[in-house]
């Protein structure tokens, strides 16, 4: 880096530089314009977009489904968060933070209101009693393991990700900062695998989920193009059980759902209303 930044005393927002995402980024909260949500026949209702975090809940969901919860079928709606759906007066009554995903649990009298990732798998866990183990020292060991997710994707994201994909101009110090802290993280979860086939031992749980849906992603090759640049083959581990869990059904089907990005159509489901709804995708697949 050859310029130097001098920091004001005072810091200003500048509307215009915030690189790929300036259009949706403000340092203040609420509503930017009134739009209710839509509401579905079932009584969970998901307001999300297939983004890492946002494929955590659509998984689990599915997962639910498959293990024959069906009390877990759901309503899932698009949130196209490039447009600035998530500051629409309905979505901020759900997540007051805009940021998808976000849920109403219906079932009850009174909706629940559910957000931030983590808390909508916990709390879906607990609800049908699945994906979570039920002896203490493995329920702690998953949400030790789905806490360090939460606390860490964002360096992964926020951070290397930001400033290696998606900044206006790319500077040495940030990537190489960032770089080096995602393959410190790849190197706790591989040293953790060679020992453990799931996060919390032999059950795969809600912590899997979570952590496959940023890092299993990534040593898979599919965010920031950064698989080559980063060694993701050399954490062997990592990459056996993001293998394994890529190969559910249920993780698929996940997937689909409330994707809106990439040429690929046939794995783009923007909204999800019924299992049947994925036999209509496949059909149209066939036919076309």
């Known amino acids: 880096m050859t310029d130097t930044y001098t920091p004001?005393?005072?810091w200003t927002w500048d509307a215009a530089?915030?690189?790929e995402f300036a259009s949706i980024n403000r340092p203040i909260a609420g509503a930017t314009h009134d739009k209710d949500l839509p509401v579905g026949k079932h009584p969970i209702q998901?307001?999300?977009?297939?983004?890492?975090?946002?494929?955590?809940v659509t998984i689990l969901l599915e997962e639910l489904l498959a293990v024959g919860h069906s009390g877990a079928e759901y309503d899932a709606w698009l949130v196209r968060i490039n447009k600035g759906d998530q500051f629409g007066s309905g979505f901020v009554e759900v997540n007051p933070n805009s940021k998808i995903p976000a849920m109403m649990d219906r079932s009850s009298e009174t909706p629940t209101r559910v957000f931030?990732?983590?808390s909508i798998l916990l709390y879906?866990?607990?609800?049908?009693g699945d994906f979570m183990p039920t002896?203490?020292?493995?329920?702690?060991?998953?949400?030790n393991w789905l806490f360090w997710q939460m606390g860490s994707a964002p360096y992964l994201g926020g951070g290397f990700g930001h400033f290696y994909a998606y900044a206006p101009e790319k500077f040495e110090y940030p990537i190489d900062r960032f770089s080096m802290e995602a393959k410190r993280q790849l190197d706790v979860l591989d040293r953790h695998l060679a020992d453990n086939e799931w996060f919390a031992g032999g059950e795969y749980s809600i912590a899997d989920i979570a952590i496959w849906s940023w890092y299993g992603q990534l040593v898979l090759g599919r965010l920031y193009n950064a698989a080559e640049f980063l060694d993701v083959a050399s954490y062997t581990n990592v990459v056996r059980w993001a293998k394994a869990i890529d190969a559910r059904p249920a993780v698929t089907r996940g997937m689909m759902v409330n994707r809106a990005m990439g040429d690929d159509l046939s794995k783009q489901l923007h909204e999800r209303h019924d299992a049947s709804d994925f036999e209509t995708k496949t059909q149209d697949k066939l036919q076309k």
């Open 116 to 118: 931030e990732s983590g």
């Open 135 to 143: 002896d203490p020292a493995g329920r702690v060991e998953a949400m």
């Open 17 to 19: 530089n915030g690189g």
């Open 46 to 56: 998901l307001y999300s977009l297939a983004t890492p975090n946002g494929v955590k």
């Open 8 to 10: 004001p005393k005072v």
């Open 124 to 128: 879906l866990a607990e609800k049908f």
